[in-house]
């Protein structure tokens, strides 16, 4: 049992530092010039210096709500693992983990719903680009969705035992 706790709590910080990165660095789409890789994140458009992301009129609110739902998944994150530590040693067996599931489960909500509304609006367009493709960040935002959702789970099996 300590085994498993151990695993998932390596896991928890691990998806933690991944949303970290994946929300603050600027490689969602990569996409190349005449010049250099042109890459474009959340907040910045780098080519060979960044500069603010240019974007639409109307993408400005769906590039402003993956923003805000990123920030919420890293939040609910840290509170999930700080719930998981405090209820790990304050409360007894068969009460643990409930809250510390339920609120990774949100977290995984804002993990989805922020990367599919960046897949619906935003793949498909580096500017000033040509041959766009998902840069790392993308990427491990998607693998912090699967994480989140099996730790959200593992907590909510884990409360019995």
Not at 87 to 93: G, H, S
Not at 142 to 159: D, E, N
């Amino acid at each position: 049992m300590l085994v498993l706790l151990a695993g998932i709590f390596v896991v928890h910080i691990a998806t933690v530092i991944m949303l970290f990165v994946s929300t603050i660095a600027n490689v969602w789409m990569v996409g190349s010039s005449n010049y250099a890789t042109i890459s474009t994140g959340l907040w910045l458009l780098c080519n060979r210096t960044c500069t603010e992301l240019p974007v639409s009129s109307q993408d400005e609110a769906s590039l402003k709500a993956v923003q805000a739902f990123m920030i919420l998944s890293i939040i609910f994150s840290v509170v999930a693992l700080v719930l998981f530590i405090v209820q790990l040693f304050t409360l007894e067996k068969g009460k643990r983990f409930y809250m510390t599931g339920a609120v990774m489960l949100v977290c995984w909500m804002c993990i989805l719903i922020a990367v599919s509304i960046y897949t619906a609006r935003f793949t498909s367009t580096v500017a000033f680009a040509t041959n766009p493709h998902h840069g790392y960040c993308f990427i491990l935002a998607w693998i912090c969705f699967c994480f989140s959702f099996i730790i959200g789970i593992l907590y909510l099996v884990l409360r019995k035992k």
